[in-house]
């Protein structure tokens, strides 16, 4: 497994990120100096508060796509890209560390396999004595 892979986050976390980070405003900017001069101050504002905004000026986006922008700086910054709408790129990255978000919950059907096969047992049973 990939480490990209296991840093996915699910559909329904990055909705639940998406609006926790509507009322957001942008706290760092991109323009003509690219995306690698941003990448410190993205990396502090993600540590200080986690999910941040981060505005891409039109000059940036002569010289890189934003996509290719939030992909960058999610990569140096050990961080998620949450959206892209527009100009504007949400990156999460938790202070509390990544276990939290990317554990999964064990499902629960060890004891509804167990009822299900002793009843077609039962059936079984009564099938054959008739």
Do not use: N
């Amino acid at each position: 497994m990939t480490e990209e892979q296991k840093r996915k986050l699910t559909g329904k976390m990055k909705k639940m990120l998406r609006s926790k980070a509507h009322d957001l405003e942008p706290v760092v900017w991109i323009g003509k100096e690219g995306s690698e001069k941003v990448v410190k101050e993205v990396d502090r504002q993600l540590k200080e508060r986690g999910l941040i905004k981060v505005k891409v000026r039109k000059a940036a986006l002569l010289y890189e796509d934003k996509y290719d922008i939030a992909e960058k700086l999610a990569k140096a910054c050990d961080a998620e890209v949450v959206s892209v709408v527009g100009h504007v790129i949400t990156l999460f990255r938790p202070r509390e560390g990544w276990k939290k978000y990317l554990a999964k919950k064990p499902r629960k059907k060890v004891k509804k396999d167990e009822k299900i096969i002793e009843l077609f047992e039962k059936f079984r049973k009564k099938a054959v004595k008739d």
